[in-house]
């Protein structure tokens, strides 16, 4: 079984090295779908029991952990020398500096590393992340699974 829980956060970044408009300055209003797998709970009684893992669990990590450190950011790739002076020099920005190109497929591994194993399997359920759905626009999409790791 699969369950996912949808969170959303506007977010700036550039593509440095790209060669159309992506590489200047913009922002998307991201929506992340984090999907995680495992049985059903079967424990009678249990405050899960019938579920994967509580929706509210999922929510409050990936609000904890990746909306409340992205929203509203501007997300920098460590290598672009321009932008790190800048955000070095200024305030009243909230910088994300990161070791890779800022680009959707990037985006969506760093959330699942972000968020994978931070949520206990306490019943047995094999319960682990499966995979991170990012989208940068309501067209376009990068999905990163487990498999691929």
Known sequence: MKVVKIIQWDMGHRVLNHRSVCKGLHGHRYRAEICFKGN?????????????VDFSDI???ALSLIQ???DHGFMVWDKDEELM????SSEGHKPVFVPFTPTAENVAKFIFDQLDGKLQDIYGTGLQLHSVKLWETPSSCAIFTR???
């Open 40 to 52: 059903l709970v079967a424990e009678e009684g249990s405050s899960e029991e019938g579920m994967v």
């Open 85 to 88: 002076e800048f955000f070095r």
């Open 147 to 149: 498999k691929m790791l």
């Open 59 to 61: 929510k409050k990590l």
């Open 68 to 70: 409340d450190k992205l």
